[in-house]
């Protein structure tokens, strides 16, 4: 069993940047894909972005990429997501997640997951 907990969010002005942090409560395997998904009122759970646990491999949604970065520290258990030039439509609660085995953008195919993060990001 993992247990993801997730911090960082909060209200932010268009522009503006954020870094969430996802901490897991063990080590994960080194099979272990981590990733950051998010879902508002108005849209379905959505892939933002994952990395590989050993081998630092990234992967990023189109609609992030280049404004977010994630990243991990294997010495804290702890995956990052830095997020720059934050948009209104970012706007959303984010979710750290886990799964054993590789990269995946389908959220019904990671086993863990915490309980989110409110993004809000103002005009």
């Known amino acids: 069993q993992v247990q993801l907990v997730e911090s960082g969010g909060g209200l932010v002005q268009a522009g503006g940047s954020l870094r969430l942090s996802c901490a897991s409560s063990?080590?994960?395997?080194?099979?272990?894909?981590m990733g950051w998904f998010r879902q508002s009122p108005v849209t379905e759970r959505e892939f933002v972005a994952s990395i590989n646990w050993s081998g630092g491999n990234t992967y990023y949604a189109d609609s992030v990429k280049v404004r977010f970065t994630i990243s991990r520290d294997n010495a804290k258990n702890t995956v990052y997501l830095q997020m720059n030039r934050l948009k209104p439509e970012d706007t959303a609660r984010y979710y750290c997640a886990c799964r054993a085995l590789g990269y995946s953008v389908l959220w019904q195919n990671y086993d863990y997951w915490g309980q989110g993060t409110q993004v809000t990001v103002s005009s």
């Open positions: 063990r080590r994960t395997s080194s099979t272990y894909t």
